[in-house]
């Protein structure tokens, strides 16, 4: 049976885009087509650390890419880079991150609205060698970007992965200071699209125990599904399970899976539609 329930509020609807930079995906025509027939509120972006050293001048492309989004009315999701991505290390890597949340905000108030860090930490060869690692990173990090009033949330991680998730939650509230936490990522891969309201609440038990934790603090930061009718049950179970739902993706970047792009297949695309016009009673 599809989860639909009228008393809880619905998810802000996302889609990935290419990384910042990327300047001949950002289009209007494109933009357009995510905020007027997707109904997209924001795109769940990265960036690449050593983009802004390389330019002649640094952050050019970035800036472009960033002032489109949000010209053309879309709210952001920041994904940060992670030392896999930074051969200049740990420091340059830090130092990048703070200075894009600093940049943005200034040049572009309040169109950052959710700030994940890090891609899948869940998985060693995204750049964490196990959760004490990336708690380390996230307290770090998150202070820098609420600081701006964004919501911060930690890596969505691949899969239901209770105990990596539960470990974490244990690591963040016992820091000191504790960290600023609006929610936990999930990514729910593996798991068939009628079960998805259940994961999400699977992953509320393993952290509820975090202080300040509510029921909506499980964030689908990427959602992928190859099949139309997956794609569209998948939406409908979530959408008032978790209040960010981003869907993987709007345009195919190398190297990703070819199955999940909605601008390669129609069907996906208007599984996304039609899904989100049945939740919202369009």
Excluded at 101 to 125: K, S, T
Excluded at 155 to 173: F, I, K, M, Q, V
Aim: charged fraction near 25%; charge should be negative.
């Amino acid at each position: 049976m599809l989860a639909l329930t009228a008393q809880t509020p619905l998810a802000q609807l996302g889609v990935q885009f290419p990384p910042l930079g990327s300047l001949g995906a950002y289009t209007k025509s494109a933009l357009a087509d995510i905020r007027d027939n997707l109904h997209a509120t924001y795109v769940r972006v990265g960036w690449y650390p050593g983009l802004a050293k390389r330019d002649k001048v640094p952050w050019q492309r970035e800036d472009v890419s960033m002032h489109r989004l949000c010209r053309a009315g879309l709210k952001v999701m920041a994904m940060t880079p992670t030392l896999r991505e930074d051969k200049q290390g740990e420091e340059h890597l830090y130092a990048n991150i703070e200075e894009f949340f600093r940049r943005y905000e200034e040049r572009e108030p309040g169109c950052i609205v959710y700030a994940e860090f890090a891609n899948e930490a869940d998985l060693p060869f995204n750049g964490f060698a196990n959760v004490e690692q990336y708690a380390d990173f996230y307290e770090t990090l998150a202070p820098i970007a609420a600081r701006y009033g964004i919501k911060v949330v930690t890596t969505g991680t691949s899969g239901s992965d209770l105990p990596w998730t539960y470990s974490l939650a244990s690591l963040l509230a016992g820091a000191s200071p504790r960290p600023p936490l609006d929610g936990f990522g999930f990514h729910p891969y593996g798991v068939p699209p009628s079960e998805m309201a259940g994961a999400i609440k699977a992953m509320r038990r393993v952290t509820a125990f975090f202080p300040g934790a509510r029921r909506d603090d499980i964030y689908v930061t990427e959602l992928g599904e190859k099949r139309a009718d997956d794609l569209y049950t998948a939406i409908v179970n979530l959408a008032r399970e978790t209040p960010a739902l981003t869907i993987f993706e709007y345009a195919r970047q190398p190297g990703d899976d070819p199955g999940y792009a909605l601008d390669d297949d129609p069907a996906l695309y208007n599984a996304v539609i039609r899904a989100w016009k049945r939740v919202t009673n369009r």
